[in-house]
């Protein structure tokens, strides 16, 4: 079958479809049945276990440090119980690598005794794992002959059931640790980095007189964005299917200007689609909150409710793979990618972000009186304060190829890092620049809307600002430039060091300064805020980011303009950097190295693939439907003779024709001379061949428009973005 008539078989059978497109049936499953009932919870452990062993296991889980064997044995036989009363066959150990996916190692429970088998799991099967260490992208922390790996459980993350079409699995959240101890994923910085942030979090919180905290957890909560579109279209687009983007596409005669995608009506094909992906959500404990409509047309988002870093983690990436999982059954496909449409919305993963415990609360929150509320503006103070530090970090730790195309566009905040506070809190923080105190807070009041019947609205006292990459939200900080498809931990740990090292840095200043004299804590308060605010007030910034205006002050002010993934990743291995991760015990100087190293890898392999599937694409699918479309003009031409019509539509074609060859033989001498190390051979992808392949995007794009659309052999955007 060709291109073309795939194509139109695929849209006749999107045309046919019936709104019944899932046999999954949610109405009759009342949700508080279904929640977490797959989960190995604290509940369901407290209920099986004897009170001794429960008792110990949830000292680990709260306070930390190491687990008995003998609890760790008692633990595993109760687990393997419940799993297999859940129909578990199989128990694996999932870890997130440094790839920024999940990976898991499967063994079976069963073990043969005579003629027959019987279930085992001891407390050291399920504490501990040996995967390949060699085989996980690791920077050079291990070599291929140096092999050994482990993954070690995170008693904080709990174990859970996942359904397979044939039988389930128990899983295990580990970190990924190599035989020297260096971390090979991203869940052991994060781990560390909350100890960290508990631990400076702790010294403020004393100065302030608390003696009972609990353990200061940050918690996250992130919203996720995402395409869908119709299977049958996706598997003809090549790109879409290797690289999760479009690589070629005209702009569709509609795409978001009529801005009436917003909080639609959802589809009924995509509401079913949502109910399912929360039904099996709900199932495995992660607490999906909203579902809606986003701005593109065939875009969406879904955001649970806040949970500590390190559950919310693991929580979204199961999320990740539930949404592309669900997806299949409903005849469609889940995009993560960050643009994978040119011309339109690409999709963020905004990562709110705050800190408290369930005995102080939650730090970030000003109260109705942030102007009296020392404790709050110090903490505020410390991020605003780690975020100027270290705002080039900022932008490394969410640098993609992905997510460059998408960063600066009109639908995600700029690459230049800043912090909205909003009127009321920037308004407070301006007094404490000028004299280290304030006196006062702008009112939230109410909002009358002009119709008898409705109530008055409480009136927030800060507008929204969607230009700002990070911004103050209330009581949290939004932190919106995490792109779709990363994995949460590496910007969660950032901040959490960052953050913590702030903290640390306040901690030393009014510890000397006070000399554990409370009566002197508010002078000394004053002065360090004061100072602070003044060294790094500039990062405070509640206007519009888009604007060139703001492109200027930034530069004024000192700010950082990391526009691409090459400029932005020296960032992780500054001296600033390692200093900081160091002092915070989160990374050693060899682990920062191995990331930036990946990244760069990561980088450059991205861009060779994009540029050998446009030269693939190119010349294997459009030049051959290009020419065949020559052929029909040229013969009808001859065959009317004096009868045709002079309209240029076969010298334009042959011109955007000749046009399309060169740009790719331009790109296939360009993407083969690369040199150097990987930071050059990054520089010369971003410089050179990006730009090589859009020279050939621009003349197939304009070819699409013209050519004939019976031979034209990729869907086109009219059709992936519009029919579901």
Request: net charge neutral; aromatic share 8%; with cysteine.
């Amino acid at each position: 079958m060709s291109g073309n008539a795939a194509r139109r078989k695929a849209i006749e059978g999107i045309a046919s479809l019936t709104e019944e497109t899932s046999s999954f049936d949610y109405k009759n499953e009342k949700v508080e049945n279904v929640f977490g009932i797959n989960v190995f919870s604290l509940e369901k452990m407290e209920k099986r276990l004897p009170k001794n062993i429960f008792k110990s296991l949830k000292n680990v889980i709260e306070n930390g440090g190491k687990m008995d064997a003998t609890v760790a044995d008692v633990v595993a036989s109760v687990m393997k119980d419940w799993a297999l009363a859940h129909g578990a066959t199989h128990y694996a150990h999932v870890f997130y690598p440094l790839t920024g996916l999940t990976a898991e190692k499967h063994d079976s429970f069963y073990e043969p005794s005579g003629s027959s088998a019987l279930a085992s799991f001891s407390g050291k099967t399920l504490i501990q794992g040996e995967p390949d260490a060699s085989s996980f992208p690791n920077g050079g922390i291990r070599a291929t002959f140096e092999a050994r790996g482990y993954t070690v459980w995170d008693v904080t993350s709990p174990a859970f059931i996942m359904e397979g079409v044939n039988g389930s699995t128990l899983c295990i959240p580990t970190a990924f640790v190599s035989w020297t101890g260096e971390a090979l994923d991203k869940k052991t910085p994060l781990l560390r980095s909350m100890h960290a942030l508990n631990r400076q979090a702790q010294r403020v919180l004393k100065l302030f007189g608390h003696s009972e905290t609990g353990f200061v957890a940050a918690t996250a909560g992130p919203e996720q964005e995402y395409f869908l579109v119709d299977a049958r279209l996706y598997h003809l687009r090549p790109d879409l299917y290797t690289c999760g983007r479009t690589l070629f596409g005209a702009k569709p005669a509609r795409g978001q200007e009529f801005e009436d995608q917003y909080f639609g009506t959802i589809p009924e094909r995509v509401l079913a689609y949502m109910m399912e992906v929360e039904h099996e959500c709900f199932k495995v404990g992660i607490p999906i909150k909203t579902r809606h409509n986003e701005v593109a047309p065939g875009q969406y988002e879904v955001a649970p409710i806040f949970e500590t870093a390190n559950v919310a983690h693991d929580h979204q990436q199961l999320t990740m793979t539930i949404l592309k999982k669900v997806a299949r059954k409903h005849g469609l496909v889940c995009l993560l990618a960050e643009k994978p449409f040119a011309g339109v919305n690409g999709s963020g993963k905004h990562v709110n972000w705050s800190l408290g415990s369930g005995k102080v609360g939650n730090l970030l929150d000003p109260g109705e009186t942030p102007h009296e509320n020392a404790q709050f503006l110090t903490f505020a103070t410390a991020v605003v304060r780690a975020v100027s530090i270290h705002q080039g970090l900022l932008r490394a730790f969410v640098a993609s190829p992905g997510n460059d195309h998408r960063l600066g566009a009109n639908e995600a905040p700029p690459a230049i890092l800043s912090v909205y506070l909003g009127s009321q809190l920037g308004d407070v923080f301006e007094q404490l620049q000028k004299s280290g105190s304030a006196s006062s807070s702008k009112k939230a009041g109410t909002m009358s809307i002009g119709v008898d019947t409705l109530p008055l609205l409480p009136k927030d006292a800060g507008d929204r600002n969607r230009t700002s990459p990070f911004a103050f939200t209330g009581n949290k900080f939004e932190f919106r430039a995490v792109g779709s498809n990363f994995s949460i931990a590496g910007p969660l740990f950032l901040l959490n060091t960052i953050v913590a090292d702030s903290l640390e840095f306040i901690a030393d200043r009014l510890e000397k300064e006070t000399k554990g004299d409370p009566k002197k804590l508010n002078a000394a308060l004053q002065k360090l805020l004061k100072e602070i605010l003044n060294d790094h007030g500039s990062i405070i910034f509640n206007g519009n980011g888009y604007s060139d205006e703001w492109k200027a002050e930034a530069a004024k002010r000192g700010l950082k303009n990391l526009r691409t993934t090459p400029e932005a990743l020296v960032e992780v291995t500054a001296k600033s950097t390692i200093e900081t991760f160091k002092r915070q015990g989160v990374l050693t100087k060899r682990e920062l190295e191995s990331r930036e190293e990946l990244t760069f890898e990561s980088y450059i392999n991205t861009i060779l693939t994009e540029s050998k599937l446009v030269l693939e694409i190119g010349r294997t699918q459009l030049y051959p439907a290009v020419n065949r479309y020559v052929v029909e003009l040229a013969q009808a031409r001859n065959s009317l003779g004096e009868l045709s019509v002079k309209d240029g539509v076969l010298e334009k074609v042959v011109a955007l024709q000749t046009a399309f060859v060169a740009a790719l033989d331009g790109l296939e001498a360009i993407r083969d001379a690369a040199k150097g190390d990987p930071h050059a051979k990054s520089t010369y992808a971003c410089e050179k061949i990006i730009p090589a392949m859009l020279k050939a995007r621009e003349a197939a794009d304009a070819l699409e428009e013209i050519v004939a659309d019976d031979l034209w052999p990729l869907p086109s955007y009219q059709e992936l973005l519009f029919l579901r």
